[in-house]
Nanobody, 126 residues
Framework: QVQLVESGGGLVQAGGSLRLSCAASGRTFSSDYMGWFRQAPGKEREFVAAITSSGGGTYYADSVKGRFTISRDNAKTTVYLQMNSLEPEDTAVYYC???????????????????WGQGTQVTVSS
């Protein structure tokens, strides 16, 4: 059974940093793309970042480009999201996800991902 467990969320002041982790188990993830999404209250879940299976390629939403960095450690089957210069607008529940199959959906589409974690809350105060 595939499990994704996020951690590292919390309350931080604007301008601060957090590092999210997502520990994966239940399958071999070294061949999978992995991504981070977030969902703020009253809004749809949106793409944040994604990383290729080798870690050699990364993709970011325009809103986080230059502030967030996605990385992965395949030996630890863990994906990370380093978040710097946090803004109140970054407040949301952050979810990690695994893209296990080739689909017609783009890397930033929720429908491209097969497995999801339960999420971790990030709150940025002004």
């Amino acid at each position: 059974q595939v499990q994704l467990v996020e951690s590292g969320g919390g309350l931080v002041q604007a301008g601060g940093s957090l590092r999210l982790s997502c520990a994966a188990s239940g399958r071999t993830f070294s061949s999978d793309y992995m991504g981070w999404f977030r969902q703020a209250p009253g809004k749809e879940r949106e793409f944040v970042a994604a990383i290729t299976s080798s870690g050699g390629g990364t993709y970011y939403a325009d809103s986080v480009k230059g502030r967030f960095t996605i990385s992965r450690d395949n030996a630890k089957t863990t994906v990370y999201l380093q978040m710097n210069s946090l803004e109140p607008e970054d407040t949301a529940v952050y979810y990690c996800a695994v893209k296990a199959r080739p689909t017609g959906s783009g890397i930033a589409s929720r429908t491209a991902y097969d497995y999801w974690g339960q999420g971790t809350q990030v709150t940025v105060s002004s």
